[in-house]
């Protein structure tokens, strides 16, 4: 499995934070933090894949995933 950083815009509380972290669960992701700004997931996805995938989810609910960084 890798670990992601998430870059997502659109959080300001959180009441964002716990959205955040229940769409990337229910999408399938091993949430591993999310702040204000930010997640930290695990996956087997490719960080290409991991930006289609949870952007589009994450668009869905009004948030933008901008950058996928590999840690």
């Known amino acids: 499995m890798n ?3 998430l870059k997502i ?3 300001s509380c959180t009441h964002c934070v716990a959205k955040v972290t229940k769409i990337l669960k229910e999408s399938g992701f091993d949430v591993l933090s999310v702040d204000l700004g930010d997640a930290m997931i695990k ?3 490719t960080p290409a ?3 289609k995938t949870a952007g589009a989810v994450l ?3 009004g948030y ?3 950058t996928v960084l590999a840690n």
Do not use: I
């Open 3 to 5: 670990t992601y950083r």
């Open 9 to 11: 815009d659109g959080m």
């Open 43 to 45: 996956t087997d996805m």
């Open 49 to 51: 894949t991991v930006l």
């Open 59 to 61: 668009e869905d609910e």
């Open 64 to 66: 933008m995933l901008t």
